[in-house]
Antibody, heavy 121, light 107 residues
Framework: QLQLQESGPGLVKPSETLSLTCTVS??????????WGWIRQPPGKGLEFIGS???????YYNPSLKSRVTVSVDTSKNQFSLKVNSVTAADTAVYYC?????????????WGQGTLVTVSS | DIQMTQSPSSLSASVGDRVTITCRAS??????LNWYQQKPGKAPKLLIF???SLQSGVPSRFSGSGSGTDFTLTTSSLQPEDFATYYC?????????FGQGTRLEIK
């Protein structure tokens, strides 16, 4: 059974870089059939897609965040990562990683449990 | 970006009720619409994909319908574990976008 687990600091200072890793277990990240994505949810608010990556390195970023976001993959560790630069309080959110099917139809499933990142000095 | 609008934003219902949640897209998305259930402190869980296909393991009391711009999620007989927040998500265009959520509460 495929499982995803986010990890990284829970507190980041304003203007610094948020860094998270998603570890995939129970299956290989190196499948041509899937992308691996990041979604975030500010406290009490809705869901926002951040970006996704294929094991080949192909990426897609939400244009609203593209200038500050980098998603990378490490197939040797079965992990993919997220970096968000120049964070502000508006980046405070629960960050989820999820598998995203390529082709059509596509959807996010499964999801990691999520990790809360707070931006504060 | 394609805007997804859910209605209502919140809903009170009783166990055993039949409940319908609506999701409208700002442009036609064919049947590229997914539904998720989220309980407090938990990650979203996929219920329905491609507008009407039930994800494996999801109870058959959940059903989805629609195409184009208008979609519905229906629960035929609410169970206590169904009280949660529901989100629709379009996968027709990038970036994927979500509705604002519908909170289903116990009456």
């Amino acid at each position: 059974q495929l499982q995803l687990q986010e990890s990284g600091p829970g507190l980041v200072k304003p203007s610094e870089t948020l860094s998270l890793t998603c570890t995939v277990s129970g299956g290989s990240i190196s499948s041509s059939s899937y992308y691996w994505g990041w979604i975030r949810q500010p406290p009490g608010k809705g869901l926002e897609f951040i970006g996704s990556i294929h094991y080949s390195g192909s990426t897609y970023y939400n244009p609203s965040l593209k200038s500050r976001v980098t998603v990378s993959v490490d197939t040797s560790k079965n992990q993919f990562s997220l970096k968000v630069n120049s964070v502000t309080a508006a980046d405070t959110a629960v960050y989820y990683c999820a598998k995203y099917t390529s082709g059509w139809p596509n959807w996010f499933d499964p999801w990691g449990q999520g990790t809360l990142v707070t931006v504060s000095s | 970006d394609i805007q997804m609008t859910q209605s209502p934003s919140s809903l009170s219902a009783s166990v055993g009720d039949r409940v319908t949640i609506t999701c409208r897209a700002s442009q036609s998305i064919s049947s590229s619409l997914n539904w998720y259930q989220q309980k407090p402190g938990k990650a979203p869980k996929l219920l329905i994909f491609a507008a009407s296909s039930l994800q494996s393991g999801v109870p058959s009391r959940f059903s989805g319908s629609g195409s184009g711009t208008d979609f519905t999620l229906t629960t035929s007989s609410l169970q206590p574990e169904d009280f949660a927040t529901y989100y629709c998500q379009q996968s027709y265009n990038t970036p994927a976008t979500f509705g604002q959520g519908t909170r289903l509460e116990i009456k």
